[in-house]
């Protein structure tokens, strides 16, 4: 992503705090929220798959953990949402670094198998672990708390995630154009070949992984600003190909792809909840369409020098 | 629990399991026919199965078909959409981009367009129950009790799996496909057609998927959510390796007699489950299952 396209995100979520609240309503403001937490899980995916080159199928397990972290934190412990936040990234992350460790032993569909298999365990465990997830009733969400003064609308909550969300996008962009991020793609690339340039595979591999997953985490601790409410039935393998749809239809690789993807993906099956008998006949049309005229992706041609 | 119990549980879990396990070898079979042969995971196999079992249903109970037209007719069917899927849509994203995750999203594509057009349909709605052809009773070996329906599940699943081994390493087709499995470049130097051997193994998937729906389908409520079962293929399928055929058949068995006995001595609630337990563990402890052989070295 190039320092314009970050400048034109910039200027477009500022502009979009200031007027959205004031111009849209709630619904609107809600969909906003949501494509902002899908660019942050898209972000999360992209590095792992993206620059690293990991198939992981674990993204929705690690954004749940993240929304259950951060919505229990503010719950139990009366946690500040800047503390519940990165305290559900964390623990994401650590998952993440358990699932890592996967990824030194098997590559490709062995590795997306055993992370497909993680994600079904732990929505499983968010299903059964009724004391703690509240089970099959899913969890009542507190309002986030900033400096004591509780967020109880989408619209109060909009510049919150969009200012968030603006620091992760400047970060995943700076991480592209980074040593680490060229190691990323080193490893994406060559194994082989970026251990013999001195690079450290299986670190690289596990900070990818981490990484990932605490972006995920964040997402998630995200989504808790302006829902009340979160049911183990979204926290599933569809979530988990959604957002990995967003980035491959995006195109993979490409930060610009990824949150591009998330917006436009995420739109796309939002405005398809109108028309639920065609819904999936019309969202599966778009992938194998994508998949067979356009395999990098769509928004790959954009902010690409 | 006394000993007895256990027993009579152990022999229930196994005889079950062996009649659930069939079915599950014939979807697995199917995966890793694809997997080894064209490097797809077969993401949509699951909805083949589902729709097989719904094109049955339509031709038998509302065209009005008899059984023995109608399945031949539906198994051809599907075979004929799963090559043409192959012919129309994976061959073009090979083509444009040959990545792996390119194609598992095309497969992902196709199961989604598959559920949503049962669901349009409107049979998809409600779980409907497909007719028996198979008369009511049982019989009992030992301590476990098998209907007639599940012994000729059990008979069907194992005579299909024995004329896929006699095509797959008796005939020349199936020396093909295992020569592209081995080495795509070096089959086509010896003359081998690559994308008729490509077509052609997945329209033997779709026709083993098809097989399965109509083998099981009378035992099961059908809803457009049931391809969901391709969850246990897959394990199945990792236990076996995900390269080997026999070790599709045999990671089957022990799926379904391991699912039967976690129902029975643990609860039914843990069944769900049970299949990525298994898959997590293989893959940690043993990546190339237990019949994989040693682990293909790539090129780099």
Request: hydrophobic letters at 60%; aromatic letters at 10%; a positive charge.
């Amino acid at each position: 992503m190039s320092a314009r396209t970050l400048t034109a995100v910039a200027v477009l979520l500022i502009g979009l705090s200031l007027a959205l609240p004031a111009l849209a309503t709630g619904y609107v403001v809600y969909i906003g929220n949501l494509l902002l937490v899908f660019v942050v899980l898209s972000l999360g995916l992209h590095i792992v798959i993206g620059e690293a080159g990991q198939f992981s199928l674990a993204h929705a397990a690690f954004y749940g953990i993240g929304i259950y972290t951060a919505a229990l934190s503010a719950k139990v412990l009366g946690l500040p949402f800047w503390l519940a936040l990165p305290a559900g990234g964390l623990l994401a992350a650590l998952c993440g670094l358990a699932i890592g460790v996967l990824s030194l032993r098997m590559r490709d569909i062995y590795l997306a198998l055993s992370t497909f298999a993680f994600g079904e365990a732990m929505q499983w465990v968010f299903l059964n672990w009724t004391p703690v997830t509240g089970g099959p009733n899913g969890l009542a969400i507190p309002p986030a708390e900033v400096f004591g003064h509780p967020i109880l609308t989408d619209k109060a909550a909009f510049p919150l995630v969009a200012g968030v969300t603006l620091v992760i996008v400047a970060l995943v962009a700076g991480l592209h154009a980074s040593g680490l991020g060229r190691a990323f793609r080193a490893v994406r690339e060559s194994e082989v070949a970026a251990a013999a340039v001195g690079i450290n595979v299986r670190r690289t591999k596990l900070l990818a992984f981490t990484l990932s997953a605490f972006l995920a985490g964040a997402a998630g601790g995200l989504f808790t600003t302006f829902s009340t409410f979160i049911h183990p039935d979204s926290l599933g393998f569809q979530t988990t190909i959604l957002v990995l749809t967003m980035i491959v239809v995006g195109g993979v690789g490409s930060v610009t792809g990824a949150l591009g993807g998330a917006v436009a993906f995420g739109l796309v099956s939002e405005l398809l909840r109108q028309v639920p008998s065609y819904q999936e006949m019309i969202y599966g049309g778009i992938l194998i369409l994508v998949m067979m005229y356009a395999p990098r992706g769509v928004f790959t041609l954009v902010g690409r020098r | 629990m006394d000993s007895e119990i256990v027993f009579l549980f152990l022999q229930q879990g196994i005889a079950s399991g062996l009649v659930t396990g069939s079915v599950y070898a014939l979807l697995a079979l199917a995966l890793v026919i694809v997997f080894r042969t064209t490097d797809v995971a077969n993401f949509a196999e699951g909805e083949f199965y589902m729709a097989a079992a719904y094109l049955a249903f339509f031709l038998i109970a509302l065209v009005g078909l008899p059984i023995w037209i109608a399945a031949p007719a539906m198994v051809v069917a599907i075979a004929a959409a799963a090559g043409l899927f192959q012919r129309v849509v994976l061959r073009r994203v090979a083509a444009a981009r040959g990545v792996s995750v390119n194609l598992v999203i095309a497969t992902l594509g196709l199961s989604y367009v598959l559920k949503g057009f049962v669901r349009a349909t409107g049979f998809g709605d409600t779980p409907r129950s497909f007719p028996s052809v198979v008369p009511e009773g049982s019989i009992t070996l030992g301590h476990a009790s098998l209907s007639y329906l599940d012994l000729a599940i059990l008979g069907a699943a194992l005579a299909v799996m024995a004329a896929f081994f006699a095509i797959f390493n008796l005939t020349r087709t199936g020396r093909a496909m295992r020569a592209v499995g081995m080495n795509r470049r070096a089959a086509q130097l010896v003359g081998i057609h690559l994308g008729r051997t490509e077509r052609l193994v997945w329209i033997f998937a779709g026709g083993i998927s098809a097989i399965a729906a109509i083998l099981i389908a009378p035992k099961l409520l059908m809803t457009a959510e049931m391809g969901g079962v391709v969850t246990l293929a897959f394990a199945a399928a990792i236990v076996g390796g995900f390269a080997s055929l026999p070790g599709a058949v045999i990671g089957g068995f022990i799926i379904g007699i391991a699912e039967n006995l976690v129902g029975l001595f643990v609860s039914t609630r843990a069944i769900t489950v049970a299949p990525f337990v298994i898959i997590m563990l293989v893959l940690i402890f043993k990546p190339q299952g237990l019949f994989g052989g040693r682990l293909r070295v790539r090129k780099v």
